[in-house]
């Protein structure tokens, strides 16, 4: 089987993960450009078994141009890039790397908020423009800070906050209680309880329609005057146009941010423009993480397509569904 890869990273921190795929029967194909948008993956598809994936736009139009398509694999976590109800429709399973980012992203929260609370980066500027400017910032100690998303990655950051005498809230639809409990963590009741209280709110939630823009306008209003919020999750979480307002006048601290609803942001982008601290999506890019999924995708594509393990795909239960009910509808048809 001939699989396509559009991920920059897939591989190249473990070219031992590429050769166990290739020892496995696989053969591998890179993308013709670095990047590539739906229709130029849509161009390449054609004849492709498996799709390995970043943080590509697959629609209906590479699934349909995909005809050989058995697997979709994301190169790392969030699968919100790929319309995984059409692939279920189409029998293409889709796969991703829950977990393995966990460590480089709770990192980068860590470092983005000391970042934003000093004004790191823009006292690195003066520097680097002939400048002597000392300016005011707070300490990380003392604070509240806020989180929403108790996963993998929020617990991470968590304990790594655990030195820096912080104490800590958080909000999640489904929160591990036992967990919290045992780390010190106060469980908030709901999204608007815990951003008052907050000095710093850290987004780690996965995007979805019931997560977009859950720090609107309105949310934004409640916090506090000197809080700063700190987002290595995905843009869509943020009313970015608010968030720009507030901090360029002054309502909140700061911000540092690390997604956004359109990547790149435009340079004509007000988020260029209201001094929040900005970084490239690169919170998932270290070289331990990139081996840490690149061998999980390779072990992921033989289990599903080879092993019969297909119940390690998202859409598992969603396309055995839908087998099902068609082979009911057959049944009785006969």
């Known amino acids: 089987m001939k699989i396509l890869i559009t991920s920059k990273s ?9 050769e166990f795929l290739k020892s496995q029967g696989f053969e591998m194909v890179r993308g013709s450009k670095p990047t590539m948008d739906s229709e130029e993956i849509a161009r390449e598809v054609p004849g492709f078994d498996i799709l390995v994936v970043g943080n590509d736009m697959i629609d209906r139009r590479v699934i349909d141009a995909g005809k050989d398509l058995k697997l979709i694999h994301m190169n790392g976590t969030g699968v919100d890039g790929i319309d995984v109800e059409y692939a279920s429709e189409k029998g293409i399973f889709v796969a991703n790397a829950p977990g393995a980012n966990r460590n480089a992203v709770a990192e980068l929260a860590v470092a983005l908020m000391l970042v934003s609370a000093r004004s790191i980066d823009s006292h690195i500027e003066l520097m680097r ?14 604070k509240t800070v806020g989180i929403l998303g108790l996963g993998n990655i929020g617990k991470r950051v968590v ?3 655990s030195g820096f005498g912080v104490a800590v809230l958080a909000y999640d639809p489904a929160p591990d209680r036992a967990w919290a409990e045992a780390h010190g963590v106060a469980l908030s009741n709901s999204v608007d309880e815990l951003i008052p209280l907050s000095d710093f709110i850290v ?3 996965p995007y979805s329609p019931e997560t977009r823009h859950i720090l609107d306008a309105s949310r934004i209003r409640l916090m506090k005057r000197n809080a700063r919020v700190i987002n290595t999750a995905r843009g869509g979480l943020i009313d970015e146009e608010a968030l720009c307002a507030a901090v360029k006048s002054g309502a909140i601290g700061g911000a540092a941010l690390d997604a956004f609803e359109s990547e790149p942001p435009a340079m004509d982008s ?10 490239p999506h690169m919170a998932a890019t270290t070289a331990e993480t990139a081996a840490s999924v690149s061998w999980i995708i390779a072990h992921n594509i033989v289990d599903i397509l080879l092993n019969r393990k297909a119940e390690k795909a998202l859409n598992f239960t969603a396309i055995k569904a839908r087998e099902d009910a068609r082979q009911k509808a057959a049944a009785t048809k006969h």
């Open 270 to 279: 007000p988020l260029r423009s209201s001094g929040l601290t900005l970084t």
């Open 10 to 18: 897939f591989g190249r921190c473990a070219p031992e993960a590429l």
């Open 129 to 142: 423009n002939g400048g002597w400017e000392r300016r005011a910032g707070v300490e990380v100690s003392g």
């Open 203 to 205: 987004l780690a939630l």
């Open 159 to 161: 304990e790594l906050l």
